[in-house]
């Protein structure tokens, strides 16, 4: 289920952070208590979304998570674009594979920031790593701002 914000979001457990992408999906995951959060390998996009889906719900049974943050692409002036577009049809058929809550969370400057948190990296290693590296930020904030509203 696709949910408008975090107020019904589970505030205890383990959380999946997504970085859609067209070519290259992120994915990190939280611990249980939601201090550390941990990346996982990209989602190297070979068929159709469909394959995605698969592997995010994959992943999100193996790790036993109890919902899912997708980083959603928002331009500055918060508007969306074709990419936001692409991200909530991600999500809506996501939320037909599983029944986990989905919210998102805008992901502005998560991939500059991962960049920077990835300091003097070679471009393969920027190339391997990113993706995860912004689910793993795009994860924090949404962490960040779920403790918030307890």
């Known amino acids: ?6 107020n019904d ?9 997504i970085d859609w992408g067209k070519h290259r999906t992120g994915v990190a995951v939280s611990d249980e208590n939601r201090d550390f ?25 193996k790790e036993k ?26 999500a809506k058929l996501l939320s037909e594979y599983t029944n986990l809550p989905i919210a998102f969370i805008d992901e502005s400057f998560s991939s500059v920031t991962a960049q ?3 300091g003097k990296a070679s471009i393969k290693d920027i190339k391997q790593n990113l993706d995860s590296a912004s689910a793993r ?14």
């Open 9 to 17: 979001f589970p505030r205890t457990g383990r959380i999946l952070g």
């Open 37 to 61: 959060v941990f990346v996982r390998p990209v989602i190297v996009v070979k068929d159709s979304d469909m394959s995605i889906v698969q592997q995010v719900v994959d992943i999100a049974e």
């Open 116 to 118: 920077e948190y990835m």
């Open 137 to 150: 930020i795009i994860l924090e904030n949404a962490i960040s701002f779920i403790k918030r509203l307890k």
């Open 65 to 90: 998570v109890v919902g899912i943050v997708i980083g959603l692409p928002l331009f500055s002036d918060g508007t969306e674009s074709e990419t936001t577009k692409l991200v909530k049809s991600f």
């Open 1 to 6: 289920m696709i949910l408008p914000d975090f």
